[in-house]
């Protein structure tokens, strides 16, 4: 039996401390990313929500907001981040948001491969997502994805912006990193 979105949240509900995804029919168990790429995870929100919130433009959320996407296998994944427009989302679901956020961020941490991740942006590029943002804390670039064009490619010296959906905003790419303390 093909399990469902309500298979899901018991198992969420029975396993609070597991990140689950409901991905072409199966229940997908995400292991830890590990504690640098969650910290850069964490920056980015951080900046993300430090931005959009005063503006009230839209919701940002982390890894554990899922989305029931609108393919035909009503997937539930779950973006390291996102962010939704205010208009797309007027109040915050309770369960899972039935849409594609409109930006998503993954970030690499040592067990994902680059080419999951562009797998999984692409998909979310497909249903509706405008923008998919790749980090790889290992490398230290940031790739910006848009359907339909070639990823731009980030480095220390560049800065981050999404004028079309959070216009103004702005994250120098060395910014992300964890932090070295003397």
């Not at 509900?13 to 504690?35: A, F, T």
């Not at 290992?138 to 980030?154: D, F, H, K, N, P």
Request: overall charge negative; cysteine-free.
């Amino acid at each position: 039996m093909t399990p469902t979105v309500q298979d899901l949240e018991k198992l969420q509900s029975q396993h609070p401390d597991r990140r689950l995804e409901l991905v072409r029919g199966k229940i997908v168990v995400m292991s830890p990313s590990g504690y640098e790429s969650d910290e850069v995870a964490a920056e980015m929100i951080r900046r993300m929500g430090n931005w959009v919130r005063p503006r009230k433009i839209g919701r940002v959320t982390a890894s554990s907001a899922g989305f029931r996407l609108p393919n035909p296998d009503r997937d539930v994944r779950a973006p390291d981040a996102s962010f939704v427009t205010a208009e797309r989302l007027r109040r915050s679901p309770r369960s899972f948001a039935e849409l594609a956020p409109d930006l998503m961020v993954e970030v690499k941490s040592p067990t994902d491969s680059v080419e999951e991740l562009e797998a999984k942006i692409q998909e979310f590029l497909a249903l509706g997502t405008r923008v998919g943002i790749l980090i790889n804390p290992e490398e230290q670039t940031v790739r910006i994805y848009r359907s339909g064009r070639e990823a731009i490619l980030l480095a220390n010296d560049d800065v981050i912006t999404v004028p079309d959906l959070l216009p103004g905003w702005e994250v120098p790419v060395i910014e992300l990193w964890s932090p070295v303390f003397e």
